[in-house]
C-alpha cells in the first residue's frame, strides 16, 4: 500500500475516533441517557450486517 494512502486511511480513522468520541460525550450529557444510547445504536449500528446487539444495550432495550 502507497504511504501517502496509509496516512490517508490513518488521518480519516482519526476524524471517526474523535467523532465517535464527541457522540458519546453528547448522548452522555441528554436527559434519559439510556433511551437515547438504544436509539443511536437501532438508527445507526443496526443498518449494518451481521452486526450483534452490544451486551450493554441488551439490558436497556
Do not use: F
Not at 494512502?5 to 448522548?27: C, G
Request: charged fraction near 20%; proline fraction near 3%; hydrophobic fraction near 45%.
Amino acid at each position: 500500500m502507497d504511504l501517502m494512502v496509509q496516512k490517508v486511511l490513518l488521518v480519516e480513522l482519526h476524524l471517526i475516533r474523535e467523532a465517535q468520541a464527541r457522540m458519546v460525550t453528547l448522548i452522555k450529557n441528554t436527559p434519559d441517557y439510556n433511551h437515547t444510547l438504544g436509539m443511536v445504536w437501532l438508527t445507526c449500528c443496526s443498518k449494518q450486517q451481521n452486526t450483534a446487539l452490544p451486551k450493554d444495550l441488551i439490558k436497556i432495550l
